[in-house]
């Protein structure tokens, strides 16, 4: 074999050994971030909050009102006190607005929650035994 032929073919596999690393690489940096994303979801950190207990329950709500501004608006909008007034309904009205605005609030939660422990529950049921 040409020596010259001999590095030419050298460089080449090293070449393409170099792009099927880079591949690998991408792909396992994709399967990274999409695993971090999943963690920081809202379903992830409703799930967590829930095996939390006090002041760290507390904080992770915090976190929560951070990452998802638009929760601490609505909870406001919905307690605000001149609500009611300013829309022209009559203040039994508000009340009922608020409490049925809670009572979505806490029904959604429940249905995540329900939903995070019938997903753990199947894939506890799925591993096999070792």
């Known amino acids: 074999m040409n020596p010259r032929h001999a590095a030419h073919l050298d460089r080449t ?7 099927a690393r880079a591949a690998l690489e991408r792909e396992a940096l994709a399967a990274n971030v999409a695993e971090v994303g999943r963690s920081l979801g809202p379903l992830a950190l409703l799930s967590g909050a829930t095996r939390s207990r006090g002041g760290s329950l507390l904080m992770q709500g915090i976190g929560m009102l951070r990452q998802y501004p638009f929760l601490l608006s609505s909870l406001t909008a919905l307690f605000a006190r001149g609500a009611a007034a300013s829309g022209g309904v009559a203040r039994g009205a508000g009340r009922a607005v608020k409490w049925g605005g809670l009572g979505v609030i806490a029904w959604q939660a429940w249905r995540l929650w329900l939903g995070a422990q019938r997903r753990a529950a199947s894939s506890r049921d799925s591993t096999p035994f070792r």
Do not use: D, K
């Open 13 to 19: 596999v090293r070449i393409e050994l170099l792009r």
